[in-house]
């Protein structure tokens, strides 16, 4: 059986969103190692936390424990090459130094919007601890 869709109302659809000019390429490594290159929306206010679970690049309910508001940790990522971040928060240091775990190339998934300055970003989610 097929089937057909038919965008009736075609000039309606917004171009930009048609053609996704809003998304870039991410590579996650997932905690087994698996490295995975997704498209990552930066209209919808995600981050990189929410785009890991949204692509399910992790078993559900091992990431995102406190819904990104950095108190859990189950969202530590490496990060693997230059791209430049936003600057890290009070909150998200601090956790990240009482869990020992404050380097610069760490950070933790909810605490990182998705923007356009992200487009070849590589990391890897940790394991949680
Ligand atoms: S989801 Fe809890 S610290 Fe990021």
Redesign the pocket.
Known sequence: MLFFVVFKDFEKIKPSRLIMQEDILIKITNREGVTHQVQAPTDMNLSI?ELIRSYELAPAGT??????????????CQILNDVPLNNMGEREQM?LLETKALRPNIR????IPITENLEGLELELLAVN
């Open positions: 936390m990431v995102g424990h406190c819904g990104g508001r950095a108190m859990c940790t189950s969202c530590q956790l933790l998934g909810c605490q």
